[in-house]
T-cell receptor, first 114, second 115 residues
């Protein structure tokens, strides 16, 4: 069966450290992968997109890698801040013919402690 | 610019009642998506539209669920009759169609509780 796995356990880190979140998938060959942030009581908010031919993408303190051989994406937040505390979701296009349809992982909750 | 607008934000109703959730996508967006989010199953796609036409409704749980998009600025998701297991947060999202891999823009959801 097709799966997108994110660590369901919360990730607790100290302010200033780098947070690394993992997204693993099986039985897909996605053309791209997206990361979203979700705060309690709010809808997911788009952060970054990385395509299959890109190894790495950066945006300010955020970095995403995409390894199509390992079927894995890593999401890094450097110099983390308490305001980065949220749930982070990865999403893949599982059908390139299905026009922008995404399948989401279960999300990982990040807690940054001051 | 206004984002995706959903109403109501909260809905509490008794089992068996009809529930209608509403969504106004971002102007100019061609795709509209309805999702359901629960702790057990995460964020699941129910149905999506392209230019007001339903494209894939394979995620709709059963015939009690129906969705319409009568025009480019409005969509509804209806549950009739509602059951306690329908309790969840329902999100609407929209995106552009110009090429694939467009980000989806989400509303803040409707928290639905069926008693």
């Amino acid at each position: 069966s097709q799966k997108i796995e994110q660590n369901s356990e919360a990730l607790n880190i100290q302010e200033g450290k780098t947070a690394t979140l993992t997204c693993n998938y099986t039985n897909y060959s996605p053309a791209y992968l997206q990361w979203y942030r979700q705060d309690p009581g709010r809808g997911p908010v788009f952060l970054l997109l990385i395509r299959e031919n890109e190894k790495e993408k950066r945006k300010e303190r955020l970095k995403v890698t995409f390894d199509t051989t390992l079927k894995q994406s890593l999401f890094h937040i450097t110099a983390s801040q308490p305001a980065d505390s949220a749930t982070y979701l990865c999403a893949l296009d599982i059908d390139s013919n299905a026009g922008n349809m995404l399948t989401f992982g279960g999300g990982t909750r990040l807690m940054v402690k001051p | 610019d206004a984002g995706v607008i959903q109403s109501p934000r909260h809905e509490v109703t008794e089992m068996g009642q009809e529930v209608t959730l509403r969504c106004k996508p971002i102007s100019g967006h061609d795709y509209l998506f309805w999702y359901r989010q629960t702790m057990m199953r995460g964020l699941e796609l129910l149905i999506y539209f392209n230019n007001n036409v339903p494209i894939d409704d394979s995620g709709m749980p059963e015939d009690r669920f129906s969705a319409k998009m009568p025009n480019a600025s409005f969509s509804t998701l209806k549950i009739q009759p509602s059951e306690p297991r329908d309790s969840a947060v329902y999100f609407c999202a929209s995106s552009l169609v110009s090429g694939f891999s467009q980000p989806q823009h989400f509303g803040d959801g409707t928290r639905l509780s069926i008693l």
